[in-house]
């Protein structure tokens, strides 16, 4: 069965910063683009980064631009995503997912097909 897990979420203080990892079982991920998602309750999902399947397309919502930095290691099957000088607006659930692209471009929006299920950001003082 195809799976795609997060990991790697847990309480962080202000300015702290988490590395989430996403994992693929059962296919590999150097066939798909990735991107990581994020769900406050009450409000939409929204796309934080993406990657594409070569990794030379890299693209970052305004929210966490400069703060966070998506790569990816098809050696050890997963996709990384350095968040830095967190802040308590990033206190949410963390997804990723997979779906097919060109070589160089991001997934486009509404064409992810695999989802994980996701990985708890917590940030408090």
């Known amino acids: 069965q195809l799976q795609l897990v997060e990991s790697g979420g847990g309480l962080v203080q202000p300015g702290g910063s988490l590395r989430l990892t996403c994992a693929a079982s059962e296919f590999t991920l150097d066939s798909y683009g990735i991107g990581w998602f994020r769900q406050a309750p009450g409000k939409e999902r929204e796309e934080v980064s993406c990657i594409s399947r070569s990794g030379r397309t890299t693209l970052y919502a305004d929210s966490v631009k400069d703060r966070i930095t998506i790569y990816r290691d098809n050696a050890q099957n997963t996709v990384f995503l350095q968040m830095n000088s967190l802040e308590r607006l990033d206190l949410t659930v963390y997804y990723c997912?997979?779906?097919?692209?060109?070589?160089?471009?991001?997934?486009?929006?509404?064409?992810?097909?695999?989802w994980g299920k996701g990985t708890q950001v917590t940030v408090s003082s």
């Open positions: 997912a997979v779906g097919y692209s060109l070589a160089n471009i991001c997934v486009a929006d509404k064409q992810y097909t695999y």
